[in-house]
């Protein structure tokens, strides 16, 4: 047995090169590859604060991913690291299951008193994909077994666990492993196509649907399921006592300019909710679902199924109490009225850019503080490059959208010290999905360098991007 292991401080002492090759030898050699086609793949972070990142090397880099939903708050909120810092000095119990949490107790008031109607009972997982599967399990459960179909769309991004990957239709999730049975698609936004799935699964009981899984709005492409759509589909549900699940996993906490993108509309509250990302804060692994208590009361509520769904970091002490910081943050810091100012300052400034960009800007989508932009494709024009990329590369039809969207996002790392990412739902976007605690002097500064960038015209970025990402120049 090798005793060498590292320390912690050996470990941040290691180079880049070092690290790539642990990846590959330890962790996953698929995802350096593909992180290193990008200049951050290069580059190693010395601390986060508010919306920046500061590297190693010196440079400070302007996070517009958000951290990709978890950092509503920014990098390492004061408040936060307070509260988990008060936490440890009082050596206060992180989870035991024979004694109660006064956390996970007073964690779930405070959510049963920011949502509508009767959504009072919360459970708290770790992920996203969690909760979803939880979520799923108590629908299933609350027929007892005698319903076998759950439908969800054909845009859907729900999670990869087996249960959450069986329900996400988005090719992000592109090899078909083993999935849980009845799983059926509708059209995104359809409410015919609702309809048509429940007539065609009725059986001598009536419909065989246990459950409807919807996202009010796709934060991976972006797009809205639409007011008339979820409030007819909530009627439809009660008609025929169908659970009604959300995903906000990311638009929830204030993200889309509302607590969770539903509340914008009166009569659409679900019979379950589920939501993570911003829930911690930015710093805790948790993730929670929000039943109505009749649906929680029938499904578990007896002695018997009282513990039938149960994990071990379920309540972890200092999760919690993050996540009940985290939560008091936003609605005294107004986090809806900043992901609506950010809205207004985004959405003014890329319509600037689509307007004198005709060509290269086709989109822009979004809502809040995550918006996104659809670029004109052309396929003709990478082409040209045949010689460098790898031909296989070109039997992927998102191929063209991937290769101008991913050279958009380099520049403006390598160049303009700004980190953006992209959504790989049917379309690829570029996604800009700032924290809400982003000030107007950095979006400027991004609107500004989003100009240059595209002023440098396709041909130049695609250059700079295929010698960077196929030949390592």
């Not at 300019?257 to 692994?285: R, V, W, Y």
């Not at 039997?395 to 290769?403: G, I, M, V, Y």
Request: hydrophobic share 35%; charged share 25%; proline share 3%.
């Amino acid at each position: 047995m090798d005793e060498n292991l590292f320390s912690v401080d050996q470990i941040e002492q290691l180079s880049i090169k070092e690290v790539h090759d642990l990846y590959k030898k330890y962790v996953n050699p698929g995802q350096v590859e593909l992180i290193s086609a990008f200049g951050f793949g290069w580059d190693q972070v010395e601390y986060a604060e508010e919306e920046k990142i500061v590297l190693k090397s010196g440079r400070t880099i302007y996070d517009f991913t958000g951290g990709i939903g978890v950092l509503n708050h920014g990098h390492n909120h004061p408040r936060i690291l307070e509260a988990r810092k008060t936490f440890q000095e009082k050596k206060r119990l992180e989870v035991h299951k024979n004694f109660f949490s006064p956390y996970i107790a007073g964690l779930s008031a405070n959510i049963s008193k920011l949502l509508p109607e009767d959504l009072n009972i919360s459970y708290f997982p770790n992920s996203g994909g969690e909760a979803v599967e939880g979520a799923i399990k108590m629908a299933y459960k609350y027929h007892e077994g005698n319903r076998s179909r759950i439908l969800c769309s054909d845009r859907s991004f729900h999670g990869k666990l087996l249960g959450s990957a069986s329900v996400t239709k988005s090719p992000e999730v592109r090899f078909k492993f083993p999935q849980i049975p009845g799983v059926h698609e509708f059209k995104f936004g359809c409410i015919e196509s609702i309809k048509k799935q429940i007539e065609t699964l009725k059986n001598n009981r009536g419909t065989d649907v246990y459950a409807i899984l919807v996202e009010p709005f796709s934060a991976s492409s972006l797009t809205s399921s639409g007011e008339d759509f979820l409030k007819e589909l909530r009627q439809i549900c009660f008609r025929e006592d169908i659970i009604l699940i959300y995903d906000e996993v990311y638009t929830g906490w204030a993200k889309t300019g509302h607590l969770f993108n539903f509340m914008q509309f009166e009569n659409c509250t679900p019979d379950i909710l589920t939501m993570a990302k911003s829930f911690g804060g930015g710093k805790a692994s948790i993730s929670g679902f929000v039943a109505r208590e009749k649906v929680f009361n029938k499904a578990y509520g007896n002695l018997e199924d009282s513990i039938i769904h149960s994990t071990t970091y379920n309540g972890f002490g200092e999760e919690t109490i993050t996540a009940i910081e985290a939560v008091i943050i936003i609605i005294e810091g107004d986090y809806l009225g900043k992901a609506r100012e950010l809205n207004t300052l985004l959405t003014c400034g890329l319509s600037k850019l689509k307007r004198k960009y005709p060509n290269f800007i086709q989109e822009i989508r979004g809502e809040g503080a995550l918006m996104g932009l659809k670029f004109v494709d052309n396929f003709m024009l990478i082409k040209q490059f045949s010689k460098i990329i790898p031909s296989k590369m070109f039997k992927d039809s998102r191929f063209s959208q991937k290769l101008i969207t991913g050279a958009v996002i380099n520049y403006l790392y390598c160049e303009k010290n700004i980190l953006t990412f992209f959504g790989s739902n049917q379309e690829i976007l570029l996604i800009i999905s700032p924290s809400l605690i982003t000030s107007k002097e950095s979006i400027d500064y991004f609107l500004k360098s989003l100009d240059e960038t595209i002023e440098v015209g396709l041909f130049q970025l695609l250059s700079k991007f295929v010698k960077f990402k196929f030949s390592g120049k």
